[in-house]
C-alpha cells in the first residue's frame, strides 16, 4: 500500500520565521509529487515535483525532491500571518494512482 | 465555469437517507475526482473519470458510495444509506488529466445526524 508521510502534523511560528515542511514517500513506481495549500476548504497548487535534486521557486515558497531518499521539503522564508494553513502533500504512484499525507498544519502568529 | 463548482455546500441529513452531491468541473477537463475529507486528515481518494467512464474507483468505501458522470462533464456523487461515518467533506477536483495539476473545488460537508 502506497504511504506518504507528513511531518510535523503542525507546528506555530511567529512572522518573520523561515519554515521547513517534510514529505517522505513509499509508493510503487513513483511518477510525481505535489504541495498543495489549503486554507479553508479547496486546496489550491503550489509545486509539482518529478526530478530529483532540481528546486522550484515561487517567491517565498520553494521545494525540492529527493528520490533516492525518498522525500520532498517545502520551504516558506520570511512567513506572513497568510501563510496560516495547512499544506498537503500528493503523490502519484503506478498507474497515476494519488495518495495525499495527512497534511502540515501551520499557524503564523504576528 | 472559472473553477470547480460544488453543491450543495452544506447537506444534512438523517442516518439512512440518500443524498447526491454535485459537481462542476472546469470547462474541457477531461480528468475527474472525488475525495472525501475528515477533519485532522488529508483528502482521501474515492473515484476517479477519465471522460465519462470510471477509470478508478478503488477508493469508494463499499456499495453504498456510486458515483456518475453520464455527459463527461458534471458528476455526482451518491450515497445511499447514510451512515453517521459518512460524514465529512467532500472535494471534487478536474484536471487536463490523471498526471497533472487539480483544481479543487470548495467542497460539499456532509453532516450525517
Known amino acids: 500500500e502506497d504511504k506518504v508521510v507528513q511531518s510535523p502534523l503542525s507546528l506555530v511560528v511567529h512572522e518573520g520565521d523561515t519554515v521547513t515542511l517534510n514529505c517522505s514517500y513509499e509508493v510503487t513506481n513513483f511518477r510525481s509529487l505535489l504541495w498543495y495549500k489549503q486554507e479553508k476548504k479547496a486546496p489550491t497548487f503550489l509545486f509539482m515535483l518529478t526530478s530529483s535534486g532540481i528546486e522550484k521557486k515561487s517567491g517565498r ?32 504512484g503506478a498507474n497515476s494512482k494519488l495518495t495525499f499525507g495527512k497534511g502540515i498544519t501551520l499557524s503564523v502568529r504576528p | 465555469g ?33 475525495y472525501r475529507q475528515s477533519l485532522g486528515q488529508g483528502p482521501e481518494f474515492l473515484i476517479y473519470f477519465q471522460g465519462t467512464g470510471a477509470a478508478d474507483d478503488s477508493g469508494l468505501p463499499n456499495d453504498r458510495f456510486f458515483a456518475v458522470r453520464p455527459e463527461g462533464s458534471v458528476s ?8 453517521r461515518g459518512d460524514s465529512a467533506v467532500y472535494l471534487c477536483a478536474s484536471s487536463t488529466d490523471r498526471e497533472n495539476i487539480q483544481y479543487f473545488g470548495a467542497g460539499t460537508r456532509l453532516s450525517v445526524l
Open chain 1, 61 to 92: 515558497l520553494s521545494s525540492i525532491l529527493d528520490k533516492k531518499e525518498l522525500f520532498s521539503i517545502l520551504n516558506i522564508t520570511a512567513t506572513q500571518t497568510g501563510d496560516s494553513a495547512v499544506y498537503l502533500c500528493q503523490v502519484a
Open chain 2, 2 to 34: 472559472a473553477g470547480v463548482s460544488q453543491t450543495p455546500s452544506n447537506k444534512v441529513t438523517e442516518k439512512g437517507k440518500y443524498v447526491e452531491l454535485r459537481c462542476d468541473p472546469i470547462s474541457g477537463h477531461t480528468a475527474l475526482y472525488w
Open chain 2, 76 to 83: 455526482t456523487l451518491k450515497i445511499q444509506r447514510t451512515e
